[in-house]
């Protein structure tokens, strides 16, 4: 399945658009998806090498082109817990593996399969049809949703949750490295704006300010901090920190209005997101904002903070 050049997902950025790989982890049901930016291929299943004692959910390793890949069997982690869980076993079971797919991710400068039945399209969407579920049966492991060409829900994942929860040694090295920060002597008598919808990425997040007691207003989406700094103005603000994937707006979006306005063109902004990849941080420079962090960086949290709340 052939995936859209860095510049023509540039230009989806600027315009306030994304693309989404839709697949389903079983033949019937429920449609979920990823954005493109974090698959770097998808690849027919192949025979796995077991990993004993994790979680059920991490099915083996992939070996691919001498690259050893950890494999997320994706509906055991979607459906753990879940009324429809030995139905979809059931329905798993009757499907031959070298069938199914794999989906390989590269995101918060971790590569993980995914392993679904079938990856069926690419869909682009504006981030204003990109919804907040009230709630779902899937909980807070799909942070968002939109819906395809033929009005079926499509359920979008929240990839960082399954990093958090699928392998806690990332969780407990960010709190390792978050406890073992210097104290730094930060300004009070200002703020930080957050825009961010995963909930695992906010909490790692806000451990740092937390840390330093610095005040903070996080909010869900781009739009929503938006539409805060219209009616609240940012006399009081010193940073704001934003993801690059939300509904509504994305991060990009926040950059390109926020620096187009003289009234806060001089705030500064840094990105906080798992889409490492080069090109979104080339993207976010030639917009202008001051920075770029990996979601698992709490040092480089604490270095921006320093920078623009240091007295």
Not at 232 to 252: Q, Y
Request: hydrophobic residues 40%.
């Amino acid at each position: 399945m052939a995936m859209t050049s860095v510049d023509d997902r540039t230009k989806l950025t600027l315009r306030n658009q994304v693309e989404l790989l839709c697949f389903r982890v079983i033949p019937s049901g429920t449609r979920f998806s990823i954005n493109v930016f974090k698959v770097r291929e998808t690849v027919k299943y192949k025979t796995l090498t077991d990993l004993p004692e994790t979680n059920e959910a991490i099915c083996g390793l992939l070996t691919l082109r001498k690259e050893i890949i950890p494999i997320v069997d994706l509906k055991r982690w979607l459906y753990a817990g879940s009324a429809l869980r030995a139905r979809i076993d059931e329905e798993a079971n009757k499907i031959d593996p070298m069938d199914t797919q794999i989906i390989v991710c590269e995101f918060d400068n971790v590569t993980i399969g995914l392993w679904v039945y079938r990856a069926d399209y690419i869909m682009r969407k504006n981030w204003e049809d990109i919804k907040v579920p009230v709630s779902n049966e899937f909980g807070a492991k799909t942070n968002n949703y939109t819906k395809n060409d033929s009005g079926d829900i499509v359920y979008i994942v929240d990839v960082e949750g399954m990093l958090s929860e699928l392998f806690p040694m990332i969780a407990v090295k960010n709190r390792d490295e978050t406890e073992s920060l210097q104290q730094m002597n930060l300004r009070k008598d200002v703020n930080v704006l957050i825009a961010e919808d995963s909930k695992s990425a906010l909490k790692g997040l806000t451990n740092v300010l937390d840390k330093y007691q610095v005040t903070y207003i996080s909010f869900e989406n781009g739009r929503k901090l938006l539409n805060y700094i219209a009616e609240v103005g940012v006399e009081h603000t010193a940073l704001i920190i934003t993801d690059l994937e939300m509904p509504e707006a994305s991060g990009f979006t926040v950059i390109k209005e926020l620096k187009n306005n003289p009234r806060t063109a001089k705030i500064p902004i840094v990105v906080n997101t798992s889409m490492t990849a080069e090109s979104n941080v080339e993207l976010a420079k030639n917009l202008n904002a001051q920075g770029f962090i990996g979601k698992t960086n709490p040092k480089e949290v604490s270095r921006y903070l320093q920078m623009y709340l240091g007295k």
